[in-house]
């Protein structure tokens, strides 16, 4: 299919980057509407998308909310015959517990980031356990994710490396935390890393276009 498609979203975000990823390694164009106040309240912002989260992916047809949704969508349209595995595959505890972990970790990246811009210290009780549960999922990703990865079936794409990469990476890129002291997973993120959709699709700040006259 050859059907315009629009990714809205923000260059900042490890959701949006995790579709960007799959639009690179599926071979599918898309173009890119960045949201530039993520604090908005109005659903028109977002794509529609009534929970004000980025991103969403517009077609012809309609428009996807969500990373998973958007990724499946690109790869429908994809003329590439790429083997993916999707978070479904993984019959095991482990790698459903190791997808559950990443995109918790994302979804709490997201809490503590909107604390810190409503003007939220990091030590206050209210991001106690976010914090908490951060510093337990690296560990858990760390003496796990390397077993997990192993015993998926044979792919050249998994929603999980390509979401674990993107949540790791974000971390350091908003300083939620560190990979010192873990080495499997700084490893990990050197190997995805060297992927060209990795290095299309490094974080940034989208900055608005100046107003004329400034």
Not at 91 to 101: C, L
Request: net charge neutral; hydrophobic share 45%; glycine share 6%.
């Amino acid at each position: 299919m050859t059907a315009e498609l629009t990714l809205v979203g923000r260059s900042s975000s490890h959701f949006t980057r995790i579709v960007s990823i799959f639009a690179a390694e599926l071979g599918v164009a898309c173009g890119f509407e960045p949201v530039f106040d993520i604090k908005s309240r109005e659903a028109r912002v977002f794509g529609e998308n009534p929970l004000l989260r980025v991103p969403s992916l517009r077609t012809p047809e309609g428009t996807w909310f969500g990373s998973l949704s958007a990724s499946r969508e690109l790869a429908r349209r994809s003329t590439s015959d790429v083997p993916i595995v999707w978070p479904e595959d993984s019959t095991e505890p482990a790698g459903a517990n190791a997808q559950e972990i990443v995109t918790d970790v994302m979804n709490t990246g997201v809490v503590i980031v909107l604390a810190r811009v409503n003007g939220l210290a990091d030590d206050m009780p209210l991001l106690e356990k976010p914090f908490a549960r951060l510093h337990g999922a690296l560990a858990w990703l760390e003496a796990n994710l390397d077993a997990v990865l192993a015993s998926l079936p044979e792919r050249r794409l998994s929603f999980l490396e390509v979401s674990a990469f993107c949540m790791l990476t974000h971390l350091e890129f908003r300083e939620l935390g560190r990979l010192d002291g873990r080495p499997k997973l700084q490893a990990f993120c050197s190997r995805f890393g060297a992927r060209p959709s990795a290095q299309r699709t490094n974080y940034r700040f989208d900055q608005p276009p100046a107003r004329a006259g400034t």
